[in-house]
């Protein structure tokens, strides 16, 4: 009877030493016992993912995480819809042009869909330069506060002959862009067109006469949310 | 009045006494309560430090008081821990 209790004191104190041991190895970003526990974004802090991005060794979980592409619901009707999960960061108007500006966090799903049903007319690139002074960037609506000139540019043309524009921008330090719309691929509305891997921001070039319906701030899922009625 | 060897709280009949690996285990759960509730919580630090060592101090007199019940019961019922 003296074994198997010894066996079962040894198990208790190694689990206990084991989870005592995570948490110091670990600090101050959480255990992975504690994973369970917590929701993405206290799972992975942002100065964790930073540093993942920097030395360029992820935690499988969080690519596992980061890779999800759900499925969606797209809205039926004559509308525009998000073409990715974030928060808008801006809706800026210009003579020629509405720049609609998603931001996107390490924690929102990185697919991103068309905003409209139409023809792949062009797919650009752009982002040779990759410049780190924000001042080199200034004055360009769809770039504020950012210093990421990378980017991918998917021209929609849609039924009607509106052209639209998703620009898939990322971070200087992250710079990796996959675009799967293919030019004379016939695209319905909120099908995958892309996906950045890390950061950053989707910008939507639209015509002038559309009108957003959702605000600075506001939170859109992408393929689901109605950002313009048509 | 007879003397127990400190080493007698630790090892005890070629296994470990049960208060020295509840106590163990306790401190383990204890640490990793506490960083949990420090991240889900968003408590200043020292508002939580008072919550946390107010549960501590009561769950921690708890267990002395089961300890002590326990190591009395053993006494009665003739038995050694």
Redesign the interface.
Known sequence: MRIPILILQVAILAASVTVVMCQVWNFPFPSPIAHPFLSPKERWPEDQIKGWVESGVFEPAFVQFFQRDPERTIPPGNNLVAPADGVIKGIVETPEKKYYIVGLSFWDVHVVRTPVEGVVTSVYEEGEVVFRDKSETEGLAFLKEKASPVQKTVTIQTDVGQEYKVRLITSWWASRLKVSARVGQRLNKGDRIGRILLGSSVVIDAPTTDAFSTKVGERVVAGETVICQK | MSKVSPAKYIWT????A?PF?VT??Y???A??LF??AW??MKLPIDELLIAASVVFAVSFAGLLLAFRMFSRGSKRGGSSS
């Open positions: 009949d070629g296994r470990f049960w690996v163990v285990a401190f383990a759960a640490v990793f960083d949990l991240r889900v």
